[in-house]
């Protein structure tokens, strides 16, 4: 893959990660890496996710705590800018 397109594509993660939860350092962009990831194939592949889930539930668990966290920054951070 292209360095300078990793880069660029990084940057734009930073912005979407500072415009959903405030700040963007790493373990929250990845966090809403993980969440958009998650959330897109459970919209376009339900199957997959459906088995995923279903085959590792202790995964399936940290994953409803991790979009219920993002759920909770977004929020909050949309009540402060306010």
Same mark, same amino acid.
């Given at each position: @893959?292209?360095?300078? #397109?990793? *880069?660029?594509?990084? &940057? #734009?993660? =930073?912005?979407? =990660? *500072? #415009?959903?939860? &405030?700040?963007? &350092?790493?373990? %929250?962009?990845?966090?809403? %890496?993980?969440? +958009?990831?998650? =959330?897109?194939?459970?919209? =376009?592949?339900?199957?997959?996710?459906?088995?995923?889930? *279903?085959?590792?539930?202790? +995964?399936?668990? &940290? @994953? /409803? *705590? #991790?979009?219920?966290?993002? %759920?909770?920054?977004?929020?909050?951070? %949309?009540?402060?800018? /306010?």
């Amino acid at each position: @893959m292209d360095q300078k #397109l990793k *880069e660029q594509f990084d &940057g #734009l993660m =930073t912005k979407y =990660t *500072e #415009l959903m939860v &405030g700040e963007a &350092g790493e373990e %929250r962009k990845e966090k809403i %890496r993980m969440w +958009a990831l998650y =959330t897109h194939m459970s919209k =376009t592949m339900p199957p997959l996710v459906k088995h995923w889930n *279903e085959k590792y539930p202790d +995964a399936k668990e &940290g @994953m /409803k *705590e #991790l979009i219920e966290e993002v %759920r909770d920054m977004n929020q909050q951070y %949309r009540n402060e800018q /306010k």
